[in-house]
């Protein structure tokens, strides 16, 4: 008698098991099972059906990015909220936070042309919200957006300069 009760409680958390895993699969906000976790590749994120990051659009190397910004190539995008953006920031870095984006949307576009190169950074590689207002910018049509994956925590490890509000 307990081998067949032990066996019907395997299987009913199979089965059990089994659906919750379909139920997440099949949902459009399922939590997401796959991901990035390296942070030396970039920004650290879940995969999901609405996946906001992109490899693609990072850029991994800090050397790189000071380069843009010293040759003024670059509109320096910071999405981190206003408060530490005036704590310190990227040189010549504008700040646009994610939290803020309807609301400043309007202004950003006066200072920032849509066929300009952007790079919007955030905190780090945990941090995802320069992805986020990257994919909000591209859906915007502007037209090279990137990410600087490793934010203001590697600018600062780097002991590059920083500016304050």
């Known amino acids: 008698m307990i081998k067949t009760e032990k066996f019907g409680v395997l299987i009913l958390l199979t089965l059990a098991g089994l659906l919750s895993f379909g139920v997440n699969f099949f949902s459009p906000t399922g939590i997401a099972l796959t991901g990035q976790w390296d942070r030396s590749r970039g ?13 693609d659009i990072e850029i991994n190397n800090p050397l790189r990015v000071r380069r843009m910004i010293k040759n003024s190539e670059v509109v320096l995008v910071d999405v981190r909220p206003k408060e530490r953006y005036d704590m310190g920031h990227l040189p010549g870095a504008v700040s ?9 949307f309007d202004t950003f576009l006066k200072l920032v042309k849509k066929d300009s190169l952007i790079l919007v950074y955030c ?17 915007l049509n502007f037209k090279t957006v990137q990410v600087y994956a490793g934010g203001f925590r590697e600018w600062q490890e780097m002991g590059y300069e920083t500016e304050k509000k």
Do not use: I, N, R, Y
Not at 43 to 55: E, I, L, T, W
Not at 96 to 104: N, R, S, V
Not at 126 to 132: L, Q, V
């Open 43 to 55: 920004v650290v994120m879940a995969k999901s059906k609405q996946d906001m990051g992109h490899a």
């Open 96 to 104: 646009f936070p994610l939290d803020a984006f309807d609301e400043g």
């Open 123 to 139: 905190s780090g590689v945990e941090c995802t919200d320069s992805h986020a207002v990257a994919a909000q910018l591209m859906a």
